[in-house]
């Protein structure tokens, strides 16, 4: 695992682009997996600033969301589709049709996990982008979730809603259940880059990369994968240990 601790979270989301921008430049094809959530804002920014800027090209990309919420409109804000849209692809030259997420509003929720898990395997994700919950969750894959898990409908955690919830006008609540790909949907992208900004994410993080890995810190299963960037602001960091984190880590300050 790498682990690079940018200075600000600006940089975090220009060292982020960064990555991207290779991968999308490196790939006829590439299968990008793209991640929601404020941490992401500056990334999609900068990802925006560069095509308008040095005409960085998503032409040839397909674009897989990780989740959505369950019980929100399609054209709803907030639904992780209408923000990857409203803050990243129609302002760049994505193709249409090439962004792809999971419907909410399918007659048969099941059937379309079953239906987007078989699309994200199928695309083989070449770079998944990743954030992390204050509890540790990793796409909506809340503690407790088994390592094998695969695309699904669940219930968010108490915190997971509370923590969201800044994003929702006062008299919405957040929604008590998402469709997420799962933990082996989300292990089996060649490369994963995680990026966490904010002293709330401190200790998550800690856990994730230093602690046991196990299901009560579903982020803790990027220890598994053998492709990882982990990019971080200096809050964000704090709670790693300054010496060696765990062996075989970089950390670049
Ligand atoms: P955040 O969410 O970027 O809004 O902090 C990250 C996550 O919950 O995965």
Known sequence: MRIVVADDADRVAQEAAGIVERFVSASESPA??????????????????????????F?????????????????????????????????????????HGLDAQAPDLGAECTRYERKVRAASIG????????NGHIAFNEPGTPFDSVTRVVELSRQTRGDNAR???????????????????????SELLLMACGAGKASAVARAVEGPINDSVPASAVQLHSNVTLLLDPPAAQGLSASSPVGGNQILA
């Open 32 to 57: 990008l997996g793209l991640a929601t959530g404020g941490t992401m804002e500056g990334l999609f920014a900068e990802l925006v600033r560069r095509h308008r800027r040095r005409g960085l090209s």
């Open 127 to 134: 770079l998944q982008i990743l954030g992390i919950g204050s």
């Open 167 to 189: 994003f929702f006008p006062a008299d919405h609540s957040v929604p008590v259940r998402a469709m997420t790909q799962g933990i082996a949907t989300i292990l089996a992208a």
């Open 59 to 99: 032409g040839a990309v397909d674009a897989y969301l990780l989740d959505e919420y369950v019980g929100l409109d399609r054209c709803d804000p907030n639904a992780y589709r209408s923000v990857v849209h409203r803050l990243f692809a129609c302002h760049v030259d994505l193709g249409i049709g090439s962004l």
